[in-house]
């Protein structure tokens, strides 16, 4: 049974950075690309980060680039995502996926197991 869990959410203000964590357990993390979505309230999800196996090749929105960071340590079956200057319209819940193959995808469709979700939460 795999098992994706999200942390490192909170409440904090405009400005701060916030880094999430993700832990996977159930398969062979390292074999598999991993990808960071959000859904904030009345909003589709959408991917905000992804990143290959290995972790050589990441995938940012352009709308997020320099401000999000995707990473992952193998070693730990870990994945991260960096968040800097946060925004209120970053406020969302933050889910981490593993994905289907090494190869990372820029479709929420993509990913086949999901964690429940981190909460992030804004303020100005």
């Known amino acids: 049974q795999v098992q994706v869990i999200e942390s490192g959410g909170g409440s904090v203000h405009a400005g701060d950075s916030l880094t999430l964590s993700c832990t996977v357990s159930?398969?062979?993390?390292?074999?598999?690309?991993m990808g960071w979505s959000r859904q904030a309230p009345g909003k589709e999800r959408e991917l905000v980060a992804a990143?290959?196996?290995?972790?050589?090749?990441?995938y940012i929105p352009k709308s997020l680039t320099g401000r999000f960071t995707i990473s992952r340590d193998n070693a730990k079956d870990t994945l991260y995502l960096q968040i800097n200057n946060l925004k209120p319209d970053d406020t969302a819940v933050y889910f981490c996926?593993?994905?289907?193959?090494?190869?990372?995808?820029?479709?929420?469709?993509?990913?086949?197991?999901w964690g429940q979700g981190t909460q992030v939460t804004v303020s100005s």
């Open positions: 996926a593993s994905g289907r193959t090494a190869g990372y995808s820029e479709r929420v469709t993509a990913y086949d197991y």
């Open positions: 159930g398969r062979v993390f390292r074999d598999y690309s």
């Open positions: 990143i290959t196996s290995v972790g050589r090749t990441t």
